[in-house]
């Protein structure tokens, strides 16, 4: 039986690293369909609660900011905001498109989708997300949602692809087609050359997915393994026609409650509900969108910021350089909670999980270790060589002194 959706949208993720944060944050304040995404709390309640306050700090800064303060920054010219925003830890902006026809999957009986929403998240460590939400029409099956996450991650992809994958045509008039999606991504990201440096993978999108099923799909009459071999696809993003048989559901990458699966991957996160419960339909997809998927967010960041550091430290022979930084990361970054919120908690355990992050530490801490005892070892040589070089001077001064005295 084809299952139906309710209601469904996913992002798309695209990591990218810049080299001047004020210089980038000026280009995206002159950029006219660019605007600085600002947070209060009568408006952002839940991203408020759920939060601990050294995270607010870091990632919504303008939670604490008064009428007065956002006043001020608006009189500034552009330099002066880039300036100011420099300084901040986390910058959020909104990208409009221009209103268009929505795009759609396929050429005769095709299932429509649109770019309802695009976010550009800017972090000062140089390393930005480029968010891209898409939604289906209410006419779409889950077939129609694997198939539409299995091809568009790898719209910005220069890999090869199986006979499977050039079946499903995707089209847009958002953006008259698909290659124009690719020279928008490029327009805001630049080369990434940077990613590719650190081995980030620049191919594939980065998934975040939320379908609610209808409860005629998915009820106390519905055939379980069944569904969860469907669930298998959708969180290892194949397509819709991957054969059911070769598919078995990741019990340790899936975290369940009754009519809610969430699914993990390194490069996948996904939620399936069913509308029998009404809070899912309700309440969960705002807070999976609005405060879970910021939550993910910051853990991407840390595993990136940590490739990023791992890169430094195989390059540079200046440790000073790097010791700061990692200590600042250590001290203020990776010892913090994000959240006392009970679910956050729980998806805090498989985002940590999936990114690999504390075996990632726990490599780069070993590699601080033998900077740090490297270079502790070349200072103590280069105090040595100055000791013994004082002494040098000391000695010969001391025999020129015997000499001019024997003389005389």
Not at 363 to 372: C, G, Q, S
């Amino acid at each position: 039986m084809e299952l139906k959706t309710k209601y469904q949208y996913t992002y798309f993720i695209y990591p990218y690293l810049i080299d001047d944060y004020t210089k980038y944050l000026y280009k995206l304040l002159k950029n006219k369909k660019c605007k600085l995404k600002l947070f209060n709390r009568k408006k952002h309640i839940e991203i408020d609660s759920y939060f601990l306050p050294e995270i607010k700090e870091k990632m919504f800064w303008s939670l604490e900011a008064n009428d007065n303060s956002i006043k001020s920054y608006e009189k500034m010219d552009l330099k002066m905001k880039a300036s100011i925003l420099s300084k901040k830890q986390c910058n959020f902006f909104e990208y409009t498109l221009e209103d268009d026809v929505p795009g759609k999957i396929g050429e005769n009986n095709g299932v429509f989708f649109d770019i309802s929403k695009i976010e550009i998240v800017c972090f000062n460590t140089g390393i930005c997300f480029l968010l891209i939400k898409t939604s289906l029409d209410e006419k779409s099956n889950m077939s129609d949602v694997l198939n539409f996450n299995y091809k568009f991650r790898e719209i910005h992809s220069k890999m090869g692809h199986s006979k499977e994958y050039d079946n499903i045509k995707i089209q847009t008039k958002k953006l008259d087609n698909m290659k124009k999606i690719c020279e928008f991504i490029e327009e805001i990201v630049g080369k990434n050359i940077q990613a590719k440096k650190i081995n980030l993978d620049t191919d594939r999108l980065i998934t975040y997915s939320y379908v609610c099923l209808d409860q005629d799909s998915w009820n106390e009459n519905t055939n379980i393994d069944t569904l969860e071999k469907e669930f298998e696809k959708y969180r290892s993003v194949k397509f819709a026609n991957e054969q059911i048989g070769d598919v078995t559901m990741q019990q340790e990458n899936t975290y369940k409650e009754k009519y809610l699966y969430y699914g993990f991957s390194n490069n996948s996160t996904v939620l399936l509900t069913s509308d029998s419960n009404i809070q899912n339909y309700t309440e969960l997809l705002f807070k999976y969108e609005n405060v879970q998927l910021y939550h993910f967010l910051y853990r991407l960041h840390q595993k990136i910021y940590l490739k990023k550091l791992n890169y430094e430290f195989n390059k540079t022979k200046k440790f000073e350089k790097i010791k700061i930084r990692f200590i600042e990361f250590a001290k203020k970054s990776w010892i913090y909670e994000i959240t006392n919120d009970l679910n956050g908690l729980i998806l805090d355990k498989y985002f940590s999980k999936e990114q690999n992050l504390d075996n990632t530490f726990i490599k780069l801490k070993t590699e601080y270790d033998l900077l740090y005892k490297e270079y502790e070892v070349e200072k103590m040589n280069k105090h040595h060589k100055y000791i013994i070089t004082i002494i040098g001077v000391i000695i010969i001064i001391s025999l020129i002194k015997l000499w001019v005295t024997l003389i005389n």
